[in-house]
T-cell receptor
Framework: DAEITQSPRHKITETGRQVTLACHQTWNHNNMFWYRQDLGHGLRLIHYSYGVQDTNKGEVSDGYSVSRSNTEDLPLTLESAASSQTSVYFC?????????????FGAGTRLSVL | TQLLEQSPQFLSIQEGENLTVYCNSSSVFSSLQWYRQEPGEGPVLLVTVVTGGEVKKLKRLTFQFGDARKDSSLHITAAQPGDTGLYLCAEPYNQGGKLIFGQGTELSVKP
């Protein structure tokens, strides 16, 4: 069965370190998204991609970057981790066709920046 | 950017009770999705509503889309502990399948 997997599931890091969160999907979807989830804020979009070599900023992109070298993977990098980036991060993917985009989510990565 | 407001933010009830969760917008929805997120997991789509006045049922869950497409509700009949989780409404915006999410309703159903 197709799936979307995130790794690691839990990560503890120190302020200032570079951190990369992995996202891998086998749906063969063109669209991929990264969100962060904080209490009281629902899911907020960080970055998204519509295909290989395409990346776009979401509403909370400062301090994050992504790259898309193939269809399956969209890694999220925190260039210099800050305590404000402690959160749960979700990756999602969807088909590129149609206006009503159903997104399939990974299980999330819980990141703590100390 | 369109804002989606969900209410209540938290809800704790006993098994067997009924409940309703609301999702409201500052403008007209193009369509609306409801997701459920269980602890330690990612959100999973429950339903998509598209037409004003539409009602969809999923076992004990009833989803309504307002006639003017500015609000939606999720009603759960005879809640069970397995219904515990975070319920999120989301609207597609612009092209390309981007979603904007409400802040969610955290539901706890106690046995």
């Amino acid at each position: 069965d197709a799936e979307i997997t995130q790794s690691p599931r839990h990560k503890i890091t120190e302020t200032g370190r570079q951190v990369t969160l992995a996202c891998h999907q086998t749906w063969n979807h063109n669209n991929m998204f990264w969100y962060r989830q904080d209490l009281g804020h629902g899911l907020r979009l960080i970055h998204y991609s519509y295909g290989v070599q395409d990346t776009n900023k979401g509403e909370v992109s400062d301090g994050y970057s992504v790259s898309r070298s193939n269809t399956e993977d969209l890694p999220l990098t925190l260039e210099s981790a800050a305590s404000s980036q402690t959160s749960v991060y979700f990756c999602a993917s969807s088909e590129s066709s149609g206006h009503v985009g159903i997104q399939y989510f990974g299980a999330g990565t819980r990141l703590s920046v100390l | 950017t369109q804002l989606l407001e969900q209410s209540p933010q938290f809800l704790s009830i006993q098994e067997g009770e009924n409940l309703t969760v609301y999702c409201n917008s500052s403008s007209v929805f193009s369509s609306l999705q409801w997701y459920r997120q269980e602890p330690g997991e990612g959100p999973v789509l429950l339903v998509t509503v598209v037409t004003g006045g539409e009602v969809k049922k999923l076992k004990r869950l009833t989803f309504q889309f307002g006639d003017a497409r500015k609000d939606s509700s999720l009603h759960i009949t005879a809640a069970q502990p397995g219904d515990t989780g975070l319920y999120l409404c989301a609207e597609p915006y612009n092209q390309g399948g981007k979603l904007i999410f409400g802040q969610g309703t955290e539901l706890s159903v106690k046995p």
